[in-house]
């Protein structure tokens, strides 16, 4: 017979082993922000998110990220190819961070700056 110190411990321990997935992840980080910083954070993702079906998100660095999910031909994983934007938050201020190599853009990076620009004049406050 399991007592209740015993199903408290393993319903506990069954809640940690459950791992989020990247958009749970990342949806977590956001929601843990102050709701109007959070607000544009949202805001910002789902643009990105939108700009391209092949965009995925994942939390790096502690910080919301969006990666290329496509093919791509072999590569030294410490050139960050697939990485498009890393977003960069301290003290209510965002920081868009283009990790691509030597100022080479790929199209999918194109876009989502065309598209941040285009609703750059939505997210004034």
């Not at 990342?26 to 789902?46: C, D, M, N, W, Y």
């Not at 502690?62 to 093919?71: L, Q, V, W």
């Not at 285009?118 to 997210?123: D, M, Q, T």
């Amino acid at each position: 017979m399991i007592n209740e110190f015993s199903k408290s411990f393993i319903n506990s321990y069954m809640a940690k082993s459950v791992k989020l997935t990247d958009t749970e992840q990342v949806t977590a980080h956001i929601k843990k922000l102050e709701p109007s910083f959070g607000k544009i954070i949202e805001t910002i993702r789902q643009i990105i998110l939108k700009t391209d079906k092949e965009i995925g998100e994942h939390i790096k660095w502690n910080n919301p990220s969006f990666y290329y999910t496509g093919e791509m031909k072999p590569f030294d994983p410490k050139e960050y190819k697939r990485e498009i934007i890393v977003m960069n938050l301290f003290k209510e201020r965002i920081m868009l961070v283009f990790p691509v190599q030597k100022l080479r853009i790929n199209l999918v990076c194109l876009k989502v700056i065309i598209k941040m620009a285009g609703a750059s004049l939505y997210l004034k406050t």
